[in-house]
């Protein structure tokens, strides 16, 4: 049972437009979502997070969305820059209940072409 | 400030065998968890440590063991190697329980 899912395993974009990731959970006990970058044999390195009494997080040119209707949360890249290529993952945590726990999708490959 | 540091980097070992990971934490930071990566599974939650106590555990069998010391650094140890261990092992801290976790480089674990 997967609870958090991104089902685009890889994005291709085009240098200086916008990438857009996406993510969807199905435990309704989450309340905290983050955003990290990756690259091969290396850590994941953490970008944003929101919590779940917002809908929006802005940081640089990283924005990310949360849908809780929905159970989707996305992260913009604008505009996107060829160093931004890598796996992006979202991850999520129900921090009451699981403490910080993080629960990770199965991760995107963003490719930015200059 | 130096980020989360993790030793050794790379590690070779037989089946059968034990193997210790160890974590020093972002100072400061009190909570560690350790993930495990692998192409098939993804990253996946062993456990998580909090003022030495252990707070959280995955869903992983009982060879997978931790521990926290009073300096929050922090260890893990895989008994009785079996092929399928073989992945990156991911240690992460946070300032608090909850709070966002921050990575290390990881130790590529390979059993022959």
């Known amino acids: 049972d997967q609870q958090v899912k991104q089902n685009s395993p890889s994005l291709s974009v085009q240098e200086g437009r916008i990438s857009i990731l996406n993510c969807d959970y199905t435990?309704?006990?989450?309340?905290?979502f983050l955003w990290y970058k990756k690259y091969p044999a290396e850590g994941p390195t953490f970008l944003i997070s929101i919590s779940s009494i917002k809908d929006k997080n802005e940081d640089g040119r990283f924005t990310v969305f949360l849908n809780k209707s929905a159970k989707h949360l996305s992260l913009h890249i604008v505009p996107s820059q060829p160093g931004d290529s890598a796996v992006y993952f979202c991850?999520?945590?129900?921090?009451?209940?699981?403490?910080?726990?993080?629960?990770f999708g199965q991760g995107t490959e963003l490719s930015v072409k200059p | 400030k130096a980020g989360v540091t993790q030793t050794p980097r790379y590690l070779i070992k037989t089946r059968g065998q034990q193997v210790t990971l160890s974590c020093s934490p972002i100072s400061g930071h009190r909570s560690v968890s350790w993930y495990q990566q692998t192409p098939g599974q993804g990253l996946q939650f062993l456990f998580e440590y909090f003022s030495e106590t252990q707070r959280n555990k995955g869903n992983f069998p009982g060879r997978f063991s931790g521990r926290q010391f009073s300096n929050s650094r922090s260890e893990m140890n895989v008994s009785t190697l079996e092929l399928g261990d073989s992945a990156l092992y991911l240690c992460?801290?946070?300032?608090?329980?909850?709070?966002?976790?921050?990575f290390g480089q990881g130790t590529r674990l390979t059993v022959v």
């Open positions: 435990n309704s006990m989450f309340d905290y």
């Open positions: 991850a999520a945590s129900g921090v009451y209940n699981q403490g910080g726990k993080l629960i």
């Open positions: 992460a801290s946070s300032l608090v329980l909850g709070a966002e976790a921050f």
